[in-house]
């Protein structure tokens, strides 16, 4: 694991998405390795009924967000007993809601091809996740408990 690479994404994430603990409804970011072998490192944030996971994942090379549904002050993992789903990447759930594709994808989630480094996806991608928020995820920033059942 790169930890530099992993202290420039903690300091980012920190950086861009205060503005969910200021919401009253968040806490965090929490850090965990889900899979402890694997270099993948997720920064959550939890609320009473979702989570927001900000997800460095040095193996394939890639920067994402997801939302998540809370049960029982745990963030769940993709569909739960009753066959919900309970995670989704905050890309697809914008564009389910009809946000345009020039406003989802900028630059390297555009690409075909080549990829930017691991190094300038935190750089460009976890301000632009946050923008997103910020501008289309006010059920999000709500916490809102029906939220990944309304799609």
Same mark, same amino acid.
């Given at each position: 694991m ?7 994404? +903690?300091?980012?994430? @920190?950086?861009e998405?205060?503005? $969910?603990? &200021?919401? =009253?409804?968040?806490?965090?970011? *929490? ?12 920064l ?16 394939d ?5 997801e ?15 009753h066959? +919900?789903?309970?995670? @989704?990447?905050?890309?697809?759930? $914008?564009? &389910?809601? =009809?946000?345009?594709?020039?406003? *989802? ?47």
């Amino acid at each position: 694991m790169d930890h530099e690479l992993q202290q420039l994404f +903690r300091e980012m994430v @920190e950086r861009e998405f205060t503005f $969910l603990i &200021e919401t =009253g409804h968040f806490r965090g970011p *929490i850090p965990h390795q889900p899979w402890p072998l694997m270099p993948i490192l997720y920064l959550t944030y939890i609320g009473k009924n979702l989570a927001v996971d900000l997800i460095l994942d040095e193996k394939d090379e890639y920067v994402t967000c997801e939302i998540r549904r809370v049960i029982d002050g745990e963030p769940m993992q993709h569909v739960d007993l009753h066959r +919900r789903r309970t995670s @989704e990447y905050l890309i697809s759930l $914008l564009a &389910e809601r =009809g946000v345009p594709e020039d406003e *989802i994808r900028i630059g390297p989630m555009k690409r075909r091809g080549r990829r930017l480094s691991l190094k300038a996806q935190i750089l460009v991608l976890v301000p632009h996740y946050a923008r997103l928020l910020r501008k289309y995820g006010r059920e999000i920033l709500e916490d809102n408990p029906r939220f990944l059942e309304t799609i």
